[in-house]
T-cell receptor
Framework: AQSVTQPDARVTVSEGASLQLRCKYS??????LFWYVQYPRQGLQLLLK??????VVQGVNGFEAEFSKSNSSFHLRKASVHWSDSAVYFC????????????FGLGTRVSVFP | DPKIIQKPKYLVAVTGSEKILICEQY?????MYWYRQSAKKPLEFMFS???????DNQTASSRFQPQSSKKNHLDLQITALKPDDSATYFC??????????????FGHGTKLSVL
């Protein structure tokens, strides 16, 4: 069975500081990995995804993530956060297609303070 | 302007009753899904439909029945409600068959509280 672990339930950062959100996955096959974000009172939105190739993938709003097969990780980063980045971030694993369902982490709530 | 509409946003029900959660998508997608997020648990996949046909069902209880009257509708009927059914239910859609380019779009969710 596959699983996703986000060890940090909450992260607080100052505006302009860097951000890293950790994600570890467990899956015996080739993972399809995603980061989704949920802004207040909105549905989940895709930030970025990784299937293969360059382990560093770029997403929207300056976010990037790095895949590591050896560490079974897919950490999310942003060099300089803005207050509007306050949201809940979900690391997500897919087997091969959405019809079999996505596996979500618990999410990390990010609060950005001025 | 939301392209996936879930109704209602909030729903309070009594134990043993029956409710229907509505989901309509206006993205032209051919696949729709239901996910559930209970307190302190990750989002959990429930059902997937493609072209109005059930593709996968990860929900053990038959009390949860998806209903697809139109290609862009996937409602969720829940019978004999229990307090443990309290959760936020998310509807999602995608254009199936695009392989690595497939992307899931989510609605805002329906928060169900069973008393």
């Amino acid at each position: 069975a596959q699983s996703v672990t986000q060890p940090d339930a909450r992260v607080t950062v100052s505006e302009g500081a860097s951000l890293q959100l950790r994600c570890k996955y467990s899956y015996s096959g080739t993972p399809y990995l995603f980061w989704y974000v949920q802004y207040p009172r909105q549905g989940l939105q895709l930030l970025l995804k990784y299937y293969s190739g360059d382990p560093v993938v770029q997403g929207v709003n300056g976010f990037e993530a790095e895949f590591s097969k050896s560490n079974s990780s897919f950490h999310l980063r942003k060099a300089s956060v803005h207050w509007s980045d306050s949201a809940v971030y979900f690391c997500v694993l897919s087997r091969n297609n959405y019809a079999q369902g996505l596996t979500f982490g618990l999410g990390t709530r990010v609060s950005v303070f001025p | 302007d939301p392209k996936i509409i879930q109704k209602p946003k909030y729903l309070v029900a009594v134990t043993g009753s029956e409710k229907i959660l509505i989901c309509e998508q206006y993205l032209g997608h051919n696949a729709m899904y239901w996910y559930r997020q209970s307190a302190k648990k990750p989002l959990e996949f429930m059902f997937s439909y493609s072209y109005q046909k059930l593709m996968d069902n990860q929900t053990a209880s038959s009390r949860f029945q998806p209903q697809s009257s139109k290609k862009n509708h996937l409602d969720l009927q829940i019978t004999a409600l229990k307090p443990d059914d309290s959760a936020t239910y998310f509807c999602a859609s995608s254009q199936a068959g695009q392989g690595a380019n497939e992307r899931l779009f989510f609605g805002h969710g329906t928060k169900l509280s069973v008393l």
